[in-house]
């Protein structure tokens, strides 16, 4: 009889373990299933990603190649290169703008006023941009969807080459600082150079002839 009861207790005190591990492991598959699936969407996003980089870089290789044998224009002449540059340039400038009328206490109406006019410029300068670069090659809307990124990219790198070959060298000793400058001269002159190279209308040209 006593055997019998131990029997029952321990069948009832295994009752809820073997019912709840059951559960549990599903918890934990799913959790598992989850994570995984999470992880190996991340790495494809990655992947993807890393891939379009690295076929974009190869066309803009290319893009560079015909653009100093003259086979496409990527820049019409200097204005072509400033606007480029000034689309970047313009970025600081209108947050500079936001952040002294924010602290000004300007009426909101006013600053949103004031934000869609600048807005209104970067995008019609952007358009300009668009346009002038679809005239130069003949009207071709798949060289200017891959012209268009190339030319910004090229005009920012520039635009900065040049703000760190004009500002100061940065470090805490004089060789960091000379170094840094250097750095910075041999950015401005690889960009510049490449530019040059890469502008339709060359400046300079017709006068030295």
């Known amino acids: 009889m006593l055997m019998m009861l131990v029997c029952m207790c321990f069948n009832l005190i295994g009752a809820k373990p073997i019912s709840a591990i059951p559960q549990q492991d599903i918890a934990v598959e799913k959790t598992i299933d989850n994570n995984t699936t999470?992880?190996?969407?991340?790495?494809h996003t990655n992947a993807v990603i890393i891939i379009a980089a690295i076929v974009y870089i190869v066309i803009a290789i290319v893009l560079v190649?015909?653009?100093i044998k003259g086979r496409i224009v990527v820049y019409r002449n200097l204005l072509d290169v400033s606007l480029c540059v000034a689309l970047f340039a313009a970025l600081p400038i209108v947050w500079i703008i936001f952040l002294t009328m924010f602290f000004l206490q300007v009426e909101r109406?006013?600053?949103l006023i004031t934000l869609g006019i600048m807005v209104f410029i970067w995008m019609s300068v952007l358009?300009?941009?668009a346009y002038i670069t679809l005239k130069d090659n003949r009207y071709n809307p798949l060289l200017v969807i891959l012209i268009l990124p190339l030319k910004i990219i090229l005009g920012l790198w520039f635009g900065l080459s040049l703000f760190g070959a004009i500002k100061k060298g940065e470090g805490k000793t004089v060789a960091e600082r000379k170094e840094d400058k250097q750095n910075s001269l041999v950015h401005f002159a690889i960009s510049s150079t490449l530019i040059y190279n890469l502008i339709k209308d060359k400046p300079f040209k017709n006068s030295s002839k």
Do not use: A, D, E, L
């Not at 999470?38 to 790495?43: L, Y």
């Open 65 to 67: 190649v015909y653009g």
């Open 38 to 43: 999470h992880s190996i969407s991340k790495n």
């Open 127 to 129: 358009s300009y941009i």
């Open 109 to 111: 109406s006013i600053t």
